[in-house]
């Protein structure tokens, strides 16, 4: 898909790869982009751009979700960027069903409400921005790998689904990137600019799957070799 003229939705657009993502496809030439955020005033620090339109939108909010697709019945690629995460895997379930509720049911809602707005607008595209750690479980924040794989999952599903609209289903698949939920992780990080520009040009070209950092390339390419080995090694973290 070129990003060229597109009308695009962006959830989480005040956070660290949401605000690139906006900057990046208003540099490409899209139409529209409406950015998204649960506190409207958080998007004050996005770019002055007449090509902009904030939206509040809760991504577990079903009034919110219904109201922004009442707003933007044109868009044509929506960016499930939205979620969070916390530590921990076996203890309190506190963390683990936020973690559910936003990046397995949330984008869900999105992606139910949006498909026909996409199958009347000529097909276009879904891009979910899932994790390289939805592939393989890291212990210490193991409830919010299980909330990516499943995620990966309804990736895989809702492209099948759509195939018949003509929707493209993209999954996004980061490693470690230096924004608001990586604080305090201390190791390499991509920067979220790249990330979003390896994000345009992976859709652009058609991609299904797109590991857009040298963590997520090499993750991907383990286990591909050795399944096994990757998640020996993952289980040590
Ligand atoms: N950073 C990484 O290393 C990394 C790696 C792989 C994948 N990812 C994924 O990339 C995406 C963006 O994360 P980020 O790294 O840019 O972190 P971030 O800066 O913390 O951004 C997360 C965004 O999600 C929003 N959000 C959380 N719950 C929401 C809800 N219920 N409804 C709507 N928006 C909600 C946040 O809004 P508030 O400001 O209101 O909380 C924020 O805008 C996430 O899906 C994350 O899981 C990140």
Known sequence: MN??????????????????????????????????????TSLDALPANDRISKLKLDICNTA????????????TLLVN????GGCGLLGSQ?????????????????????????????????????????LVNMPSIGTYCASKAALHSLTQGVRAA???????????????????????LAMAKASPESVAEEILTGVTAGHEEIYPDSFAKKIHEELLANPKEVEREMGKY
């Open 162 to 184: 759509l195939s018949g609209q003509k929707t493209a289903v993209v999954g996004v698949y980061p490693g470690p990137v230096d924004t608001r939920m990586t604080e305090g």
């Open 3 to 40: 990003i060229k003229d597109q009308i695009i939705l962006v959830t989480g657009a005040n956070g660290g790869i949401g605000k690139a993502l906006v900057a990046a496809f208003l540099a490409a030439g899209a139409a529209r982009v409406y950015a998204c955020a649960r506190d409207i």
């Open 94 to 134: 506190q963390n683990a069903r936020r973690e559910m509720e936003v990046n397995y049911f949330g984008t869900h809602a999105m992606c139910t409400t949006f498909a026909p707005i996409l199958g009347i607008n000529g097909g276009g595209c879904i891009v979910n921005i899932i994790s390289v750690i939805g």
């Open 64 to 75: 919110n979700i219904e109201k922004a697709a009442m707003v933007a019945r044109d868009v």
């Open 81 to 84: 960027n939205a979620g969070t």
